[in-house]
Nanobody, 123 residues
Framework: VQLQASGGGLVQAGGSLRLSCAASGRTFSNYAMGWFRQAPGKEREFVAGIRRRGDNTYYADSMKGRFTISRDNAKNTVFLQMNSLKPEDTAIYYC?????????????????WGQGTQVTVSS
């Protein structure tokens, strides 16, 4: 699976961004999808995940209520709607695909990764 993330940018605190991740190469609906992020000097961390059919989602605690993950299997795309952004959300955001049935929160369990998109939140 080839993954192409987009939608990052510069936004003020309290603002919103919507990230997209377009997949190609294999059957998109066979993969659970996840979003991760990595800030400078920090480890990559799980943000949100969604099952193959989009019937279940899971979020890291700090993102609950602010971020929403969704997918459109007909368009081979997964989205991350980010609201009420904070300066600490500044990071490179990566989408990833995992071949398992559930939602994985650990990066090594994902098989394919996109190139990342930069999100910068100013105070």
């Amino acid at each position: 699976v080839q993954l192409q993330a987009s939608g990052g940018g510069l936004v003020q605190a309290g603002g919103s961004l919507r990230l997209s991740c377009a997949a190609s190469g294999r059957t998109f609906s066979n993969y659970a999808m996840g979003w991760f992020r990595q800030a400078p000097g920090k480890e990559r961390e799980f943000v949100a995940g969604i099952r193959r059919r989009g019937d279940n989602t899971y979020y890291a605690d700090s993102m609950k209520g602010r971020f929403t993950i969704s997918r459109d299997n007909a368009k081979n795309t997964v989205f991350l709607q980010m609201n009420s952004l904070k300066p600490e959300d500044t990071a490179i955001y990566y989408c990833a695909a995992a071949g398992g049935l559930g939602i994985a929160t650990m990066a090594p369990l994902y098989d394919y990764w996109g190139q990342g998109t930069q999100v910068t939140v100013s105070s």
